[in-house]
């Protein structure tokens, strides 16, 4: 573990990533401590609609006349949480899945592999649209949406990699010892293709933002006015170019988060590359 | 071969190992016959060499041996006892005593798994011995076959070629097997490590007392280290018999190929006296007849239809309609 965070310091890519990934996450985690005007957030100032940065509002009011550097912090909150929920849904659905199915390779994979595959299929973001519609907009149903469309992602990355792996004289060997399948699933395959789903997981968090904030910008996340990103992208059209402030912030705060979670994702790649592992 | 009192510890009789071939849509096209047919037996303490080109199923017939293939028919007999039949595991206790080598035995290795966790794991499979029991039992063996201490803190891919051979051998060995199978044990090693690793396998043998099956290609390797040598072609024994036997008065066409075909420091040319044009057929094509027909130089018309069964005289056994004592 150690060694881990070690080489972690060592790549710059890594580094960036993994320091952008703190800082988004220590403000969500502080949000209500750090937002200037938490109270203000949510509520109606008729009086200080689309006011530009100033010193009072340091990134502007939106057209509720609320302070939107407190609902930025605020939505990181909201996006943070969402991404979080999906992807464990997606890894715990998803990796059992793929790992049975690629192992046991029966008639009951193919299935399995079936129904991934025509989930794969439909471009992710309608099936999640129909999904969220069909359950009206709320946190759970975006969750809920976003987590049934992921998992196939991973299900097929691990169902291919044990595939693979199961070729390897390792495994047969471990079989021919007498191992049970427990054990070299869990202490063999696993392991060894675990790098290929971390670096996957961080892969799917960037995509999985970005889809929670389009459902959010199509009015199908959290209905208002709890603070996210994409709904208030989409509020801001209406009063752009004159009020740039409203759409720089949550997509610059969406761009950000974005970019630390690939970062840190390529980074991870080129470091868990086993043929790098050292024992000493 | 004269000791029928008791039970020979590894018995093979008319095993077969066939491998479905799939069409178009997974519909079955044809039979792979990789092993048809072997019987042979091995008594204790012995080292059979078994030899063969490509293709010939040494490999298989090791791996069928070793578990990882299920007979398609046949029994194995482990000490009289039937161990392998269709569809039924393999108990642990025979698993521990019949051990395969894979060809590259540090394959066998986990590369995330330090060598020490490598080789504890047949012991946590098999025993419930105590985490220091088994610590024990690893440096005993891992001493055994000339690893030092500090190499069981490392990963495979630490390891020189030959290291990972001795690895691979200790993770066999430390589970006390009484037969051991091994895959061209010294393919893809340069000449000095393959005199080394050769040394250690004779060496191990004597310390444990083992029984080794060995496959090869490689007729100097063979004839080095076994007592008796079968000879295989296109999944069948076409002779067996003790090594100097069947090296220095070889009765089938195909051995007499194979040991015309090593090159002797002062002797003829090898290409002069090669009497084995093309290749085997396909192991699926085979109908009726000597599978060796296509490539025998002195094969006649019956050669076509009846296939030759092993005649053994003298305890040297011969599948060819030819030879005549």
Redesign the interface.
């Known amino acids: 573990m150690t060694k881990l965070i070690k080489s972690i310091i060592g790549h710059r890519t890594a580094l960036a990533g993994l320091l952008l990934l703190v800082l988004v996450t220590a403000i969500a985690i502080a949000a209500p401590l750090i937002a200037p005007h938490p109270d203000a957030a949510e509520s109606f100032h008729i009086d200080r609609r689309l006011m530009p940065p100033s010193s009072e509002a340091i990134l502007g009011t939106d057209r509720m006349g609320s302070d939107i550097f407190s609902r930025v912090i605020l939505g990181a909150r909201m996006t943070l949480l969402i991404t979080a929920a999906v992807v464990c849904s997606g890894v715990i659905i998803g990796v059992p899945i793929g790992l049975i199915a690629g192992y046991f390779n029966t008639g009951l994979s193919i299935a399995l592999m079936g129904v991934a595959e025509v989930l794969l299929a439909v471009p992710q973001i309608i099936l999640a649209i129909a999904i969220t519609q069909s359950l009206g907009p709320s946190i759970g149903s975006v969750i809920l949406a976003l987590s049934i469309t992921y998992w196939p992602f991973w299900a097929r990355l691990v169902y291919a990699e044990t595939r693979s792996i199961c070729n390897?004289?390792?495994v047969?060997?471990?079989?021919?010892?007498?191992?049970?399948s427990w054990?070299v699933i869990f202490l063999?395959i696993l392991?060894?293709i675990a790098s290929s789903i971390v670096v996957r997981t961080t892969v799917a968090v960037g995509t999985t933002m970005f889809a929670s904030a389009t459902l959010g910008f199509l009015g199908l996340g959290p209905p208002p006015p709890s603070p996210e990103w994409g709904r208030m992208i989409a509020e801001s059209r209406e009063y752009l170019p004159e009020a740039w402030w409203y759409a720089a912030a949550p997509g610059l705060a969406l761009f950000v988060t974005v970019l630390g979670f690939s970062l840190f994702g390529d980074g991870l790649r080129d470091i868990l590359d086993?043929?790098t592992?050292?024992?000493? | 071969m004269s000791e029928p009192s008791s039970p020979p510890l590894l018995e093979l009789e008319r095993l077969s190992c066939h491998f479905p071939i799939r069409g178009l849509l997974g519909r079955r096209a044809g039979t792979l016959r990789a092993v048809d047919d072997v019987s042979l037996s091995l008594r204790e303490g012995e080292a059979l060499g078994i030899v063969g080109e490509s293709g010939s199923g040494k490999s298989t017939l090791g791996k069928t041996l070793?578990?990882?293939h299920d007979p398609t028919d046949g029994v194995i007999r482990l000490a009289g006892e039937p161990i392998a039949t269709q569809r039924s595991r393999?108990p642990?206790s025979v698993?521990?005593r019949l051990q395969?080598v894979?060809q590259?035995s540090g394959?066998?290795?986990?590369?995330?798994w330090?060598l020490r966790r490598s080789l504890h794991?047949?012991l946590v499979?098999?025993t419930d011995w105590s985490r220091e029991h088994r610590e024990a039992k690893v440096r005993e063996i891992a001493g055994a076959v000339g690893l030092a201490e500090e190499h069981l803190?490392?990963?495979p891919?630490?390891l020189s070629g030959g290291q990972q051979r001795r690895a691979g051998l200790a993770r066999i060995l430390v589970l006390g097997p009484q037969i051991v199978v091994f895959d061209e044990p010294t393919s893809g090693l340069d000449f000095s490590v393959q005199a080394t690793v050769l040394a250690l396998i004779r060496g191990i043998r004597r310390m444990f007392n083992l029984t080794y099956l060995m496959i090869s290609h490689d007729l100097n390797v063979v004839g080095s280290m076994c007592d008796r040598l079968a000879v295989m072609y296109l999944g069948r024994i076409v002779e067996i018999g003790p090594t100097r036997e069947v090296l220095g008065r070889p009765r089938h066409p195909y051995t007499r190929s194979l040991v015309d075909s090593l090159p002797r420091i002062g002797g003829p040319r090898v290409t002069d006296r090669l009497g084995m044009p093309g290749e085997p057929v396909f192991p699926a094509d085979m109908h009726q007849g000597c599978g060796y027909r296509t490539r025998c130089p002195i094969g006649t018309l019956a050669c076509t239809r009846i296939d030759p069964r092993l005649v053994i005289k003298e305890a040297h056994g011969v599948a060819c309609l030819e030879w005549r004592p």
């Open positions: 390897e004289i390792f047969e060997s471990a079989i021919a010892l007498g191992a049970s054990r063999h392991p060894n086993p043929k592992r050292r024992s000493g | 070793g578990g990882i393999r642990l698993r521990a395969y894979y590259d394959a066998s290795l986990d590369q995330r330090t794991e047949p499979i098999h803190d490392l990963y891919h630490e």
